[in-house]
């Protein structure tokens, strides 16, 4: 079955550095997904905290503050059937190290620093919908 979804994509400020935006939407494009609505915007430390409220906690949560907060992001709204799923396929998971060759983060993330890893989409239809709400206004 299929189903009409959103999903939150944010392009991080290490790949749009790294000049990757073009080879990264391209992507989303070849796989038939639609983008929506697209903007570049500069993350704040309270928005980074809203957004990873479950990694606040941690330890290291000053790194991905620092880092979600060193430049630009592009933030885009994509959408399609049972998009959420096909984009979080397409990404990769969270640890380059273990990405596989062929997703966003296995071909593009920085192995040697873990937050460094491209690419933010939304992990439910739920969060997607708080995440637009939250990026998009
Ligand atoms: P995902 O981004 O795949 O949904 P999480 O929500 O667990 O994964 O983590 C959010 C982001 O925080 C990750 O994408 C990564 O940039 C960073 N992060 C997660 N865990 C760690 C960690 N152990 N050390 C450093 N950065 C981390």
């Known amino acids: 079955m299929t189903t009409k979804e959103q999903s939150l994509v944010m392009i991080k400020p290490d790949a749009v550095k790294r000049l990757l935006i073009g080879q990264i939407i391209q992507r989303f ?10 903007k ?5 430390p309270e928005l980074v ?6 990694l606040v906690e941690k330890t290291f ?18 959408e399609g059937d049972n998009v959420v799923e096909i984009i979080r396929t397409m990404i ?8 596989a060759p062929g997703t966003v983060r296995g071909d593009f993330g920085n192995a040697a620093v ?9 992990d439910s239809v739920t969060s ?3 995440e637009i709400k939250r990026f998009f206004n």
């Open 29 to 38: 494009e070849n796989k038939g997904l639609t983008i929506s609505n697209i």
């Open 49 to 54: 905290a809203e957004h990873y409220p479950h």
């Open 92 to 99: 990769g998971v969270t640890n380059i190290v273990d990405a």
């Open 40 to 44: 570049m915007a500069t993350l704040t």
């Open 61 to 78: 949560f000053h790194e991905i503050s620092d880092f979600m907060t060193s430049g630009p992001s592009v933030f885009m709204i994509v």
């Open 114 to 122: 873990y937050h460094e890893n491209v690419i933010h989409a939304s």
């Open 128 to 130: 997607a919908q708080e």
